[in-house]
């Protein structure tokens, strides 16, 4: 076996054992390799990645991009925000588009929307949250979201349970991830601990894949 052989043999290991790894967005000190039209509504916290405008109204919705571009991925993260009547979301497969805005999937946040699938500046609600009842919603504090995407599949998970099951052919195979703090009512939104893993193998809420293709709905 040739030396460059085994270099890249031994390489392409390497590099397919650390594109299923988790890897952190957010370094928890600044906004490195996140982006916005108007940065002054995002900033860092206390290690959490803030949005707001004290209490002054939000002007429109407002997007933090992350420079990385995803197709298959597994994410986590957990959002708290503050009041609860207020609304936000995180884009997937997404992208924005001219005046600050954004086009593709999105992960509801907010009262009566948590949980819920979402298609921003596109087909608009694309599956209510399952769980209607809100019961297993930490109002005001930290709520756990996961985000599960293969090909046309899509599952969301809030707090452990699944919300969102879907085959959707019609979506986005790729695109940016973002972080909304929407226009309106003064808020306050915080996101943390968000570790992404592309090509995932493994599920969501305690389920396997195979598993969670039986909960699609079309």
Same mark, same amino acid.
Not at 163 to 191: C, F, K, N, W
């Given at each position: 076996?040739?030396?460059? $052989?085994? $270099? !890249?043999?031994?390489?392409?290991?390497? $590099?397919?054992?650390?594109?299923?790894?988790?890897?952190? @967005?957010?370094?928890?000190?600044?906004?490195?390799?996140?982006?916005?039209? %108007?940065?002054?509504?995002?900033?860092?916290?206390?290690?959490?990645?803030?949005?707001?405008?004290?209490?002054? &109204?939000? &002007?429109?919705?407002?997007?933090?991009?992350?420079?990385?571009?995803?197709? %298959?991925?597994? !994410?986590? @993260?957990?959002?708290?925000?503050?009041?609860?009547?207020?609304?936000?979301?995180?884009? $997937?497969?997404s992208q924005p588009r001219a005046g600050g805005s954004a086009f593709g999937y999105q992960a509801d946040v907010g009262k009566g929307w948590w949980g819920?699938?979402?298609?921003?500046?596109?087909?608009?609600?694309?599956?209510?949250?399952?769980?209607?009842?809100?019961?297993?919603?930490?109002?005001? %504090?930290?709520?756990?979201?996961?985000?599960?995407?293969?090909?046309? %599949?899509?599952?969301?998970?809030?707090?452990?349970?699944?919300?969102?099951?879907?085959?959707?052919?019609?979506?986005?195979?790729?695109?940016?991830?973002?972080?909304?703090?929407?226009?309106?009512?003064?808020?306050?939104?915080?996101? &943390?601990? @968000?570790?992404?893993?592309?090509?995932?193998?493994?599920?969501?809420?305690?389920?396997?894949?195979?598993?969670?293709?039986?909960?699609?709905?079309?």
């Amino acid at each position: 076996m040739s030396k460059c $052989f085994l $270099f !890249l043999t031994v390489f392409t290991a390497f $590099f397919l054992s650390f594109s299923h790894g988790e890897v952190a @967005l957010f370094n928890g000190q600044d906004l490195s390799g996140w982006q916005a039209q %108007d940065m002054s509504y995002w900033s860092v916290v206390d290690g959490v990645i803030v949005g707001t405008a004290g209490e002054k &109204k939000i &002007k429109g919705n407002q997007f933090l991009w992350h420079e990385r571009e995803v197709i %298959d991925f597994h !994410l986590s @993260l957990s959002v708290r925000q503050v009041p609860f009547a207020a609304n936000a979301g995180i884009q $997937f497969r997404s992208q924005p588009r001219a005046g600050g805005s954004a086009f593709g999937y999105q992960a509801d946040v907010g009262k009566g929307w948590w949980g819920t699938l979402y298609h921003e500046h596109g087909r608009g609600i694309l599956a209510k949250n399952r769980n209607t009842g809100g019961e297993h919603l930490n109002q005001e %504090d930290w709520n756990q979201y996961e985000i599960l995407a293969i090909g046309p %599949d899509i599952w969301l998970s809030l707090n452990g349970r699944i919300t969102v099951a879907i085959h959707d052919p019609e979506g986005e195979r790729s695109g940016r991830i973002a972080l909304q703090v929407h226009g309106g009512m003064p808020q306050r939104v915080e996101y &943390k601990g @968000l570790n992404l893993t592309e090509n995932p193998k493994g599920g969501i809420a305690g389920l396997d894949q195979n598993s969670l293709r039986a909960l699609l709905q079309k």
